[in-house]
């Protein structure tokens, strides 16, 4: 009888819920609230109960998570199909870059820059994960994130605002495809509202203390821009802001969230986050921190169990309205009619589909294409790089040179074949190179002891070679979900295994695989040839070889500054000037500056070299005095002045030079991503109007103020070309 009235065609999905949410209990509208991780895996403080299958079934779950598989959901959906309301489960998933074929870090793949291939990666993913019977994944993080100490800094898309929230773009409008409803998209979650990243110390799970204009200005645009592009659901956050925990938080849930911006999906806590309310001493137990989260405005209790034990008492008692249960169950009903759920509750169980996905070519060749543009060139003195295939003798040192699972990274799935599957890089060099060359390795040193006992041998086989590849950085589980680090320098005894075989002479390339930006001045210093690699999935042997050998031309930029030592952190581009800037990076004449350290960071945000050179001509304005509804038309001539084809981002900044409430030194305001050929010269235009330059002030109004600007465009975001324009209201 219910399926039936579900089905009825000419009803609007709202009328739908509504008719739906009539014939629910208390206890059944409660149940879709609830929210267990499904003991196939976890990714958090597991509670086991033991029942949970009687409890789908009597209909107190709505969604389950970790559970992956067409045979694993199909069962867990033919159970809620025996439950009264006969309402689908959804399965949830942290699919954060890939779920068979694993794609780079987000943070790396935000080094391309490259949204199209950003969105595509989400596609895949999707594509692969709804094969699999996945609805919803808990992706994309879009937390900026300034400070490298914390562990997820590798989940997003770095430090900036704009590049972020173009990129929160691309990653929801990936995961979604074509609209929710359809077989390979799945939901979207941005997260983690709010301020997640900016953690206190980059230490996992802690306090966040910011004014309400940065908070707005800075953190939040890149969920505004999630929610724009459609994203489904929101996950809030551990964190307290300003004192009151994300998960009760109204004003971030309700006035901003489905207030301002009308978010019309629905919003589910993090692992446990109601129930830690408790924790934060904001809430006495968890009847209260129920009470709290279900009034703030989180839909969705993930794993706390507090809803499903203290909800209905608390309406009963008239402490939560029954309007807002009903509001959050509206909101998860409407997004499981959607997704097709009602109509077909095994839509994404089908095995063939399953089965096509699982080793899909086409999938893994993008990895490799993604990897590759994912790369960073930090260094290349006297152009050692590219390699010829024709060198003789290649050494490959160091602890990665050979390791298998370090290349996924964090937040990727094992399977059993990943031996098979993934390419090392010593197994992508010997694709690259076939017999044209002789491969030497020696491991040198593990990842993060003391031992020197490798070095020898190491050293030994840097003497046979002509050229030594050394391969060094952080496990792929020391970035991820509670992994800051205090201590970002080249674990263990790697930076001296680099200097141990500088010795030698020999040429030295180092490879720097990590989730985040590593602190290795010495090897900055003193090594011609630096590529970061970060952690770039199923294909990071082939991709690191084709950039070594010159079949691809490096052109990824930084999305994240490089501090010089931990003491610098937080250090992030657009910063404010203060009252005292330093004139120089050495200067320390009382201004703002660390008396024992320079001040720029060590490889600043939108930094990365190419094999080729681009110069940039001056900028040319197209006015310099403007009013209100005109467009500044600011173009530069970028010309490749090297040896190769190659592709750079031209970058546009902007500054505010007064403002009513101090503005950063510099705000990146667009970019675009160019292929010259050797030889080519193009010119890039840019246009802004008011709308670019608004900001919040302190009354959190948003909007633009008369003055002069300064507009600046470059390769990166400390080698620019200047103008200045006058903007007139
Ligand atoms: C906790 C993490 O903070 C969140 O990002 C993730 O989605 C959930 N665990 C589920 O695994």
Same mark, same amino acid.
């Given at each position: ?15 739908k ?9 208390l ?14 895996d976890a990714?958090g ?11 789908i079934?009597?209909g ?5 998570l ?5 045979a ?29 074929t ?11 820059w ?5 969105? +595509?990666?989400? !596609?895949i ?7 699999? =019977? ?16 914390w562990?997820?800094v ?11 929230? !173009?990129?929160a ?16 998209a ?7 509202f ?10 996992d799970?802690?306090?966040v ?15 505004k ?12 956050s ?7 925990p994300a ?15 009308k978010?019309? =999906? ?6 446990g986050s ?22 703030a405005g989180?839909?969705?209790d ?32 409407k ?37 590759k ?14 390699l ?6 290649i ?5 990665f ?15 059993p074949?990943?031996?098979? !599957? ?23 040193c593990?990842?993060?002891d ?14 046979q ?9 952080e496990?792929?589980?020391?970035t ?5 680090r205090?201590?970002?320098h ?11 075989? %500088? ?12 989730g ?7 090897? %900055? ?25 010159g ?12 501090p !010089? ?21 050495k200067?320390?004449n009382y201004?703002?500056?660390?008396t024992d ?7 600043c ?15 040319s ?8 509804a ?5 173009s530069?001539?970028?010309?490749n ?8 981002v ?19 305001k ?14 890039? +235009? ?19 103020e ?11 975001s ?12």
């Amino acid at each position: 009888m219910v399926q039936v009235l579900f089905c009825t065609a000419q009803k609007t999905i709202d009328q739908k819920v509504d008719s739906v949410l009539k014939l629910m209990t208390l206890d059944e509208k409660i149940g879709q609230m609830n929210q267990y991780n499904g003991d196939f895996d976890a990714t958090g403080p597991i509670t086991q109960d033991g029942d949970k299958q009687n409890q789908i079934r009597a209909g107190k779950l709505g969604s389950v998570l970790n559970v992956t598989g067409v045979a694993h959901t199909r069962t867990l959906q033919e159970i809620a199909m025996q439950s009264r309301m006969k309402i689908p489960l959804l399965f949830g998933q942290d699919i954060i870059h890939g779920y068979r074929t694993i794609f780079p870090l987000p943070l790396a793949e935000a080094a391309s820059w490259d949204l199209p291939a950003i969105g +595509k990666s989400a !596609r895949i993913a999707a594509t692969e994960a709804s094969a699999a =019977g996945i609805h919803w994944t808990f992706a994309p993080m879009v937390d900026i994130a300034r400070d490298p100490r914390w562990g997820r800094v590798m989940e997003g898309a770095g430090e900036d605002t704009y590049l972020g929230s !173009r990129i929160a773009t691309a990653r929801v409008k990936g995961f979604q495809g074509s609209g929710l409803g359809n077989t390979d998209a799945v939901m979207a979650c941005a997260k983690h509202f709010a301020a997640y990243g900016a953690a206190v110390g980059g230490r996992d799970y802690n306090s966040v203390d910011m004014s309400l204009r940065q908070l707005n200005e800075v953190y939040l645009p890149p969920f505004k821009a999630a929610v724009d592009a459609g994203a489904a659901t929101i996950m809030n956050s551990f964190n307290d802001l300003n004192g009151t925990p994300a998960t009760g938080n109204k004003y971030l849930q309700r006035d901003i969230l489905k207030g301002q911006w009308k978010f019309k =999906g629905f919003v589910v806590s993090d692992w446990g986050s109601v129930g830690e309310m408790i924790n934060h001493g904001y809430a006495k137990d968890n009847y209260e921190a129920a009470m709290l989260a279900a009034n703030a405005g989180s839909d969705m209790d993930m794993e706390s169990r507090s809803y499903i034990r203290n909800l209905a008492k608390l309406v009963n008692d008239g402490k939560v309205e029954l309007s807002v249960i009903d509001e959050a169950v509206k909101r998860i009903l409407k997004k499981k009619f959607e997704m097709g759920l009602f109509k077909d509750p095994y839509r994404f169980c089908d095995e063939a589909r399953e089965k096509q996905q699982w080793d899909n070519t086409d999938n893994i060749n993008f990895s490799r294409e993604i990897a590759k543009k994912s790369i960073v060139l930090l260094k290349n003195e006297k152009q050692l790089l590219p390699l010829s295939r024709q060198q003789k003798n290649i050494a490959l040192v160091g602890p990665f040179v050979k390791a298998v699972r370090d290349n996924l990274g964090f937040w990727s799935y094992t399977w059993p074949d990943d031996t098979a !599957r993934i390419v090392t890089l010593w197994q992508g060099i010997q694709n690259k190179v076939g017999s044209n060359a002789n491969l030497l390795y020696a491991k040198g040193c593990n990842i993060n002891d003391s031992l020197k006992n490798g070095f020898d041998e190491a050293v030994a086989v840097a003497k046979q070679s002509d050229i030594v590849i050394l391969s060094v950085g952080e496990a792929s589980n020391m970035t991820g979900e509670a992994k800051s680090r205090s201590n970002l320098h080249l674990p263990g005894v790697q930076e001296e295994l680099i200097k141990t075989i %500088a010795q030698t002479g020999k040429p030295i390339i180092v490879l720097i695989s990590a989730g985040r930006p590593l602190v290795f001045n010495w090897t %900055a210093d003193n090594v011609p040839a630096i590529v970061y690699t970060w952690w770039l999935g199923t294909q990071a042997g082939n991709a690191i070889a084709d950039v070594l050998f010159g079949d691809y031309n490096p052109a990824g930029k930084l999305p994240i500054s490089f501090p !010089r030592t931990e003491g610098q952190i937080p250090v992030y581009y657009n910063h404010y000037n203060t009252g005292r800037p330093a004139k120089n990076d050495k200067d320390v004449n009382y201004v703002s500056a660390y008396t024992d350290l320079l001040n720029s960071p060590k490889y600043c945000f939108g930094y990365g070299l190419s094999y080729t050179k681009f110069d940039y001509s001056a900028i040319s304005l197209n006015k310099t005095t403007l009013n209100a509804a005109d467009k500044l038309e600011a173009s530069v001539t970028v010309s490749n002045t090297g040896d190769y084809d190659g592709e750079e981002v031209v970058q546009l900044y902007v500054r505010d030079m007064v403002g009513s409430v101090v503005r950063p030194i510099k705000e990146l305001k667009g970019f675009q991503k160019i292929w010259l050929k050797k030889g080519e010269s193009r010119e890039v +235009k840019f246009t802004i109007t008011v709308n670019d330059l608004k900001f919040f002030d302190d009354a959190l109004k948003y909007d633009w103020e008369a003055g002069e600007f300064e507009i600046m465009i470059g390769g990166n975001s400390q080698d620019v070309k200047r103008g200045k324009v006058v903007w007139n209201k």
